[in-house]
């Protein structure tokens, strides 16, 4: 008895930790706008490129998710905006803010809350 309750609980962590490295957070996505910050989307280009969104939402997705209960105060302004239209026509858009830390930017979306993403993830 104690062998199978054993057994199952190792399924049970496998199959969260696999669920966590492989869940893409950013996927079903349309089109996508990356625009600087200063600017209005409707001057940028749209993209419907799938390499090109399949590229950027692979960055998205490797970046590490922040707790929900820390809320920065920035001092500066992000240095791009991207807005996400997913195929159900919901709408995301992240504000990317370069050099947040030491090799790092920080990427705050209006849905999901805090991302940080290092050089080397991207």
Do not use: C, W
Request: hydrophobic residues 35%; aromatic residues 12%.
């Amino acid at each position: 008895m104690k062998k199978k309750i054993l057994i199952l609980k190792m399924i049970v962590f496998i199959f969260v930790i696999g669920f966590n490295l492989f869940f893409n957070r950013f996927s079903k996505i349309e089109s996508m706008t990356i625009q600087r910050y200063d600017e209005p989307f409707e001057d940028g280009k749209t993209t419907t490129d799938k390499e090109k969104i399949a590229t950027i939402a692979g960055i998205l997705n490797r970046a590490n998710n922040l707790p929900k209960n820390i809320e920065y105060k920035l001092a500066s302004e992000p240095t791009y905006k991207i807005q996400l239209i997913y195929k159900d026509k919901n709408t995301e858009v992240i504000h990317v803010y370069e050099n947040f830390d030491k090799n790092t930017t920080l990427l705050i979306s209006n849905k999901n809350g805090y991302y940080k993403i290092n050089e080397k993830q991207t």
